[in-house]
């Protein structure tokens, strides 16, 4: 550029323009931003040129230029004169217009009042202009006229040249650090890891991702290398695939893997390298991916999958229309599709015939975002037949939230059915059967238990008719078959022979177990025998058939329950469990009514037998009474006419003859004790008359001791007793017991004189007596012995007694429920009898 010298002083002025220039250029290269470019170009316009304002306007991005930088002029001006430009933006060749007096020049006519306004007189244009063209202007104000040419112009000139490289430069310089911003902000947001390494494997660029996943921050990284920032082994595999993409040139893809604060990352890394500015490769740049949690989801719908595929349910997606989108093996199993025969078909293809309003509706559901729960219902399969389901239908939602679809997950509930079914009927006959059992138990009269049998099993099975045949033993050891109908009248069978024991009806004699046939007439078993081949004419017509043996505890077979209906499939798996239970009940029970036939029948025979006895002790009594009572006036008149014959000739006969006669008048005399004794035992059989009184045993023995009193003083015996309890039992029986005892006591005592005691305590509803003495006392092992009729230990010569006395005290304790025996006795020690009687009622 010519910088011509300004008329004057032309070296101070040539001097001058060269500092403004100067100047000009430092403050340029200095300038932070466009302001201060603009700040620094007015300066040194108004420094080069006579103009005492300027200003410096720019086409901004609408097209419209604007004041960008003014010295000395008013908003008002700026305001009217904004907008005007004698060259349109990006206008080329575009030269500086000078105005020496604006308000002779008309075309700016429409300014005149503002330039007076202004006290502008003179101005000058000079285009700002770069390749592009015209980009902005500047303006020089003269307050008069003045006419700018030569070096003012050209030091213009020269200035607007290089303010328009300045602003260009600036301007590029400034969109390339936003540029390079916007960069680092796409970086920074991005959620993959971005950085460039140079060749020597320093960072010069991470982005916000590295810094946070690393935990490094961009400042640290800088100028690091892997080695700074990683374990060993993870920076040498870093570094062994940067070598390698900076030698082949090619980018690299591959996963790689980082630790970071919560573990192990896994990444997809491409690698690549960059060039410098001089086209020769400058580094390595990598972008990594973090596939973490991809793997992760990866793994989860793999599983999902695996579950999905191996479920027992079918397990099936549709959209909104319907339309089955997925099919697991489940879904096969239960349809008996595949699932190239259902994807992309509606799923209507499962409802059943009656239900085809409901899957629309399950899909208007869905369609609300409602989930349907275990709804049961019924589908079709590929083979026809229609299934129980359990239906579970949630919707499907897209990552945003909307509906797109249901999967529904359907159970084939037809084995719980079947189970709920079973379980209910088991329940039933278990029901049925404990109802059925006590009434069947306590029917003890065998014919009407087998009636009742065949009534309830008949009508629990709903059959139309049951037959109960049941063998039965006569007397004779002959056995035959009673049989109980039900549903028929008797008249029905009454001509027809009893069921043998052919293939139908064996099993059932023969006990082995239910037989159940939905048609009789189908089956192998059925008519192979004559002479009937089947049902006798006549017979009911039964097609549906059911027996049950009835078996005893012992395993003995009673009887066959038999069911009959004329339509076939009429007893189900529930009926036959119905029967078994009944049989089982019936068998208990005609074993119970059996026993109970039996007890009665022995309770008979023992009361017949008792009543003979009773007979026969009644004859025996009444004779030994008779014998004795009448024996007694004969034997009297021996004894008296023995004496009269001793009294009257005895001194005359000789001693052999006295002999006789002294035989004759013992034996007499023997006979009459015994005949009495006799008499006393016949009278102690026989009750008592009337219910026992209470007795004061203490009156009694009082009463025995006076009877006694002789032998007692005889014997000069000393007797004692202690308190006796009041007891149950009539006065005479228990004055007997006492007087047998105490002259046993008194008859057969030793060489010292008797000392005997009487004792008696009430426990437990009884009295216990006891009669002790010092006597001569006897071997316990005869002490059972004693107590029978004429036992006696000892010879007639030695003691007189006929062995009643203690059988006597025997029958009447036991006639009063009582017992007696010895409780203590040894030869030359004494004895103690004892007896046992009812205590006194309170
Ligand atoms: P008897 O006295 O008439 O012989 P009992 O029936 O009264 O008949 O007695 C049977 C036998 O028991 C007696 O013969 C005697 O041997 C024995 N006996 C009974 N009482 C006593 C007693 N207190 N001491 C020893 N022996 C006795």
Not at 58 to 64: E, Q, R, S
Not at 253 to 260: F, K, Q
Not at 361 to 373: E, F, N, Y
Request: aromatic share 8%.
């Amino acid at each position: 550029m010519a910088i011509a010298a300004l008329p004057g002083s032309p070296g101070d002025v040539e001097v001058r323009h060269l500092r403004t220039l100067y100047q000009l250029l430092s403050a340029l290269t200095q300038a932070q931003n466009l302001q201060e470019v603009y700040e620094a170009a007015i300066t040194g316009l108004l420094e080069a040129s006579a103009a005492d304002r300027s200003a410096i306007l720019m086409f901004d991005d609408d097209g419209v230029i604007r004041f960008h930088a003014w010295r000395g002029l008013s908003s008002e001006y700026r305001q009217a004169v904004t907008g005007h430009s004698p060259w349109s933006q990006g206008a080329r060749n575009a030269q500086p217009i000078v105005v020496p007096d604006v308000f002779v020049e008309t075309t700016l006519g429409e300014y005149h009042d503002t330039f007076r306004r202004e006290r502008i007189r003179a101005v000058v244009m000079i285009p700002l202009a770069l390749g592009s063209g015209v980009f902005g202007k500047f303006m020089l104000y003269y307050p008069e006229a003045h006419e700018c040419q030569g070096d003012e112009l050209a030091m213009a000139q020269a200035i607007a040249s290089h303010v328009s490289i300045a602003v260009e430069r600036k301007r590029s310089e400034l969109a390339r650090i936003e540029s390079e911003k916007r960069l680092q902000a796409i970086l920074d947001n991005s959620s993959t890891i971005i950085f460039m390494k140079d060749l020597q494997g320093r960072y010069i660029l991470v982005n916000h991702r590295f810094e946070e996943l690393f935990g490094v921050s961009k400042k640290e990284a800088m100028g690091r290398t892997d080695h700074d920032l990683f374990t060993p082994e993870l920076a040498e595999t870093y570094r062994v695939n940067d070598k390698t993409v900076v030698e082949t040139g090619e980018p690299l893809s591959i996963e790689e893997r980082a630790a970071h604060v919560d573990g192990i990352h896994t990444y997809i890394s491409i690698k690549f390298p960059f060039e410098g500015p001089d086209g020769k490769p400058a580094g390595v740049a990598g972008i990594a991916t973090d596939i973490t949690e991809r793997k992760h989801l990866e793994m989860a719908s793999e599983r999902l999958a695996a579950i999905v595929e191996s479920s027992d349910d079918a397990i099936i997606g549709k959209d909104l229309n319907g339309i089955i989108q997925s099919w697991n093996k489940g879904a096969e199993r239960i349809f008996g599709y595949t699932a190239d025969e259902t994807v992309g078909q509606p799923i209507s293809m499962l409802a059943a015939p009656d239900r085809r309003n409901e899957m629309p509706d399950l899909l208007g559901k869905i369609r609300q975002g409602q989930r349907i729960d275990h709804f049961d219902t019924l589908r079709l399969t590929k083979d026809g037949r229609t299934i129980p389901v359990s239906l579970t239908v949630s919707p499907v939602r897209d990552p945003s939230g909307n509906i797109i679809g249901a999967s529904k997950i359907a159970r084939d509930i037809s084995s719980r059915r079947d189970y709920e079914k079973r379980e209910q009927e088991a329940r039933r006959t278990a029901e049925l059967l404990n109802r059925v059992g006590p009434q069947l138990v306590t029917e003890l009269d065998l014919d009407k238990l087998v009636q009742s049998v065949t009534d309830l099993a008949t009508s629990l099975v709903s059959a139309e008719f049951g037959a109960f045949f049941h063998n039965v033993v006569n007397e004779q050891g002959d056995s035959y078959m009673l049989y109980s109908l039900s549903g028929v009248p008797r008249e029905a069978f009454a001509s027809f022979p009893m069921p043998r024991s052919t293939d139908l009806f064996g099993p059932t004699f023969r006990g082995e177990g239910v037989v159940r046939i939905d048609d009789v007439t189908q089956d192998s078993r059925y008519g192979k025998n004559p002479p009937y081949h089947g049902m006798p004419k006549g017979h009911l017509p039964v097609r549906s058939y059911l027996a049950a043996p009835v078996v005893s505890r012992s395993g003995e077979v009673l009887g066959g329950l038999f069911f009959g209906h004329s339509e076939t499939g009429q007893f189900t798996e529930s009926h036959e469990a119905i029967v078994m239970g009944i049989a089982a009940q019936a068998a208990i029970a005609m074993d119970n009514a059996r026993l109970f036939e039996r007890a009665q029948w022995a309770q008979q025979e023992l009361q017949r037998s008792n009543e003979e006895l009773r007979r026969a002790n009644q004859d025996l009594e009444t004779f030994a009474y008779s014998a004795s009572h009448d024996l007694q006036e004969p034997l009297r008149n021996i004894a008296i006419s023995a004496q009269l014959l001793q009294r009257s000739s005895g001194h005359q006969l000789e001693a052999e003859q006295s002999g006789f006669l002294k035989t004759i008048l013992t034996g007499a005399n023997r006979m009459t004790g015994l005949l009495q004794d006799l008499l006393a035992y016949t009278h102690a059989t026989r009750y008592a008359e009337g219910a026992p009184p209470a007795t004061d045993p203490g009156v009694v023995l009082g009463a025995v001791l006076e009877n006694l009193a002789g032998s007692i003083a005889q014997a000069k015996a000393e007797i004692t007793w202690g308190d006796l309890p009041t007891v149950n039992i009539h006065e005479s029986r228990l004055a007997q017991l006492f007087q047998n005892l105490i002259s046993n006591a008194l008859k057969y005592r030793s060489q010292e004189a008797p000392r005997i005691h009487v004792s008696g305590n009430e426990r437990d509803g009884w009295c216990a007596f006891s009669v002790s003495d010092n006597g001569i006392g006897l071997e316990m092992r005869y002490a059972d012995q004693i107590f029978g009729l004429f036992k006696r230990l000892h010879s007639r010569d030695q003691y007189v007694g006929s062995g009643i006395g203690l059988s006597i005290c025997q029958r009447i304790v036991e006639q009063y429920g009582g017992r007696i025996w010895v409780e203590k006795s040894a030869p030359g020690e004494g004895s103690t009898f004892a007896f046992t009687l009812p205590a006194r009622v309170r």
